[in-house]
T-cell receptor, first 116, second 112 residues
Framework: AQTVTQSQPEMSVQEAETVTLSCTYD???????LFWYKQPPSRQMILVIR??????QNATENRFSVNFQKAAKSFSLKISDSQLGDAAMYFC?????????????FGKGTKLTVNP | GAVVSQHPSRVICKSGTSVKIECRSL??????MFWYRQFPKKSLMLMAT?????????EQGVEKDKFLINHASLTLSTLTVTSAHPEDSSFYIC????????FGQGTRLTVV
């Protein structure tokens, strides 16, 4: 079974600074997807970024980028120029690429605080 | 992007009663939907996979007789918490997947 580990229960960053959230995973599959989801106080789950395992290039979405190390099974999220609105719980998630395997496996989450 | 709508957002019910939560995909068809439960300050725990036109697949430890799932159409899945008890109080979230998962707004259930 696949597992996702987020080793940082809480992180804090100063506004405008950069922070990196860690995520490692375990799988025997070669084709899969990885995601970072944000859950603000409203508790609505919001997709931040996704990465296909077959792509070597790291995904980037504006101020959000990932460092995907497939061999090391590592998938960290970097938030640049942090804003107050980035404060939230961040969940790393894994999904198999096998047809019919759409369920997500989540890490335990990292609570990010952004200090003004 | 795709929208998943979950209703109600909050519900309070008395012990012993049943409550139904709806999850709708508004602009796409979803043959599969997922139901999660989230405890305070915890991650999402998958309860079951809802399959259109067939029985739901429940995760280990989830009582299928307590958490009834019906996926009667390609845009609607319902979760019914039967004979609710205070320990069923929680935040319930549904999702449906196209290329990535889209989540409903969640339902805060309080059983008194």
């Amino acid at each position: 079974a696949q597992t996702v580990t987020q080793s940082q229960p809480e992180m804090s960053v100063q506004e405008a600074e950069t922070v990196t959230l860690s995520c490692t995973y375990d799988t025997s599959e070669s084709d899969y997807y990885l995601f970072w989801y944000k859950q603000p106080p409203s508790r609505q789950m919001i997709l931040v970024i996704r990465q296909e395992a077959y792509k070597q290039q790291n995904a980037t979405e504006n101020r959000f980028s990932v460092n995907f190390q497939k061999a090391a099974k590592s998938f960290s999220l970097k938030i640049s120029d942090s804003q107050l609105g980035d404060a939230a719980m961040y969940f790393c998630a894994y999904r198999s690429a096998r047809y019919g395997s759409e369920k997500l496996v989540f890490g335990k989450g990292t609570k990010l605080t952004v200090n003004p | 992007g795709a929208v998943v709508s979950q209703h109600p957002s909050r519900v309070i019910c008395k012990s012993g009663t049943s409550v139904k939560i709806e999850c709708r995909s508004l602009d796409f068809q979803a043959t599969t939907m997922f139901w999660y439960r989230q405890f305070p300050k915890k991650s999402l725990m998958l309860m079951a996979t809802s399959n259109e036109g067939s029985k739901a697949t429940y995760e280990q430890g989830v009582e299928k007789d307590k958490f009834l799932i019906n996926h009667a159409s390609l845009t609607l899945s319902t979760l019914t918490v039967t004979s609710a008890h205070p320990e069923d109080s929680s935040f319930y979230i549904c999702s449906a997947t196209i290329t990535e998962a889209f989540f409903g707004q969640g339902t805060r259930l309080t059983v008194v």
